[in-house]
């Protein structure tokens, strides 16, 4: 079983150290051998000993997941078609037969009761979440029209979803998406936007008057976020918030910003804006450190909901058994689907490329054999922020899986050295373990340096 033992400085200089085995839980003074109180966080231990904790299934190409029909999420890819050019999307220079067309709506509408039966009992699509995917969705605005307005009708309890580049937004779009409600997430990476992702939306006077305007219709609703991911060139949740916010005129305390965390790379590019070196990786970690100890990072809302996560786990004595990927798409009732009813590993992926993994048609033969739940990695039952970081990317393989991972551990090592400063008031120096994710990487990673201690 991996355990690890966290080196800590008090502010007085003092070191101490602390026990944690993400595989339990568990976190102790190494001295006394005691749980470190919870008490600073202003929660309490919670440690039911007949709690029934589901176990994840540890899906592989060995070991297949299936796919249920009482669906929870349904994620419709339109088409992988976009007018934008991020560095570190995979979602462009598609072939044509990726691409979705009303035609195929009116068919897919057509065949959805065969297959769909939504989670809820009422029939009417309660607890149903459904998503419209690209490329940027509103390139497919008909077709997205068309059927996210017969899926009403038919599901009028579901909520709906999508995730947009911003820069085809009008009046007629903003009404509809309003009508509806639609919960609206604006991939926009502040001041390095331009950079890793092209025009940015708030440059053109148009695209961005819209913006404003989605922002001001949807935000009492609670329906409006904006999303970004972190790269080596655009480290800080901070900037990044005051950035889009200035360009909104709204406070940046009023922004609801989310983050990918640090770019997963699908392809070249993304694995370009990763970390390389040890000094990409040191920086990376003390300014997100900073960022949320002492900067303005902690209110983004992945955030504070991951450090609120992992505070729970430790609460509950959470078994990593029960983890299953932290996209959900290892899920039997999380389903990503194409308008040709082809189902996919996830809804950034396209059947041309070897993730399809069935059809609707077909549904009880759907396989998902494209998957490594973390379980089946080489590095994460050897991760000491396996609670926090649930595996990465389920999809990735080879050199870009190792990078997605590298990534990944760098921020959810910021993640926890923050988490611990709040609970402990200690700073994380360093980790140390028997193996740290892969045997060929030394027993001891380095945290946080003297000088960031403040
Ligand atoms: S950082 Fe890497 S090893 Fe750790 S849980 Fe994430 S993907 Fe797995
Ligand atoms: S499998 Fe990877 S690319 Fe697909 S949704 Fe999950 S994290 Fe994203």
């Given at each position: 079983m991996a355990e690890f033992k966290f080196h800590l400085r008090r502010h007085d200089g003092k070191p101490f150290c602390l026990l944690y085995s993400p595989q339990t839980s568990e976190l102790l003074w190494e001295e006394t051998g005691e749980r470190v109180s919870l008490h600073s966080i202003g929660i309490s231990y919670d440690l039911n000993p007949s709690r029934q904790w589901p176990v994840a299934k540890a899906v592989s190409p060995e070991t297949p997941l299936g796919k249920s029909r009482a669906l929870r999420a349904l994620k419709i890819q339109l088409g992988l078609k976009c007018n934008g050019r991020c560095g570190y999307c995979n979602q462009t220079a598609r072939p044509p037969e990726s691409h979705g067309t009303l035609k195929d709506a009116k068919a897919f509408l057509d065949k959805l009761p065969s297959w769909l039966e939504p989670a809820g009992t009422d029939g009417l699509g309660s607890g149903l979440r459904i998503e419209y995917w690209g490329g940027e969705p509103l390139v497919y605005w008909r077709t997205m029209k068309y059927l996210a307005e017969a899926l009403h009708q038919r599901y009028p309890k579901a909520v709906f979803n999508f995730v947009t580049n911003g820069t085809i937004l009008d009046d007629e779009k903003i009404d509809w998406l309003d009508k509806y409600d639609f919960s609206v997430a604006v991939s926009h990476d502040g001041p390095g936007h331009k950079t890793n992702?092209?025009?940015?939306?708030?440059?053109d006077p148009f695209s961005a008057a819209a913006l404003r305007k989605l922002y001001t219709r949807l935000r009492p609703k609670g329906l409006v976020s904006f999303n970004c991911v972190l790269a080596k060139n655009n480290p800080s949740l901070t900037t990044v918030r005051e950035h889009i916010a200035s360009r909104l005129g709204c406070s940046p305390d009023d922004l609801p910003l989310s983050t990918e965390e640090l770019v997963l790379p699908y392809e070249d590019a993304g694995y370009q804006l990763s970390l390389h070196t040890d000094a990409d990786h040191a920086f990376m970690r003390h300014s997100l450190y900073r960022d949320v100890t002492q900067g303005?990072?902690?209110?983004t809302l992945n955030v504070k909901e991951k450090l609120e996560d992992f505070f729970r786990s430790i609460a509950q004595g959470r078994p990593s058994y029960s983890l299953g990927l932290r996209c959900g798409m290892d899920r039997e009732d999380t389903l990503a689907v194409d308008l040709k009813g082809n189902v996919l590993?996830?809804?950034?992926?396209?059947?041309?490329?070897?993730?399809?993994?069935?059809?609707v048609k077909d549904y009880a033969n759907i396989r998902l054999n494209t998957a490594w739940h973390w379980s089946k990695r080489e590095e994460c039952p050897y991760c000491p922020v396996l609670q926090l970081c649930k595996g990465c990317c389920l999809r990735l393989e080879g050199n870009l899986w190792r990078k997605a991972c590298d990534n990944s551990f760098t921020y959810n090592l910021a993640l926890l050295a923050a988490g611990l400063r709040l609970l402990t008031g200690g700073v994380l120096t360093e980790i140390g373990g028997n193996v740290l994710r892969r045997h060929e990487l030394p027993g001891i990673a380095p945290v946080v340096d003297s000088v960031w201690n403040g």
């Open positions: 992702r092209g025009e940015d939306p708030f440059d303005g990072a902690l209110p590993t996830c809804q950034n992926t396209a059947a041309g490329d070897g993730h399809k993994i069935g059809t």
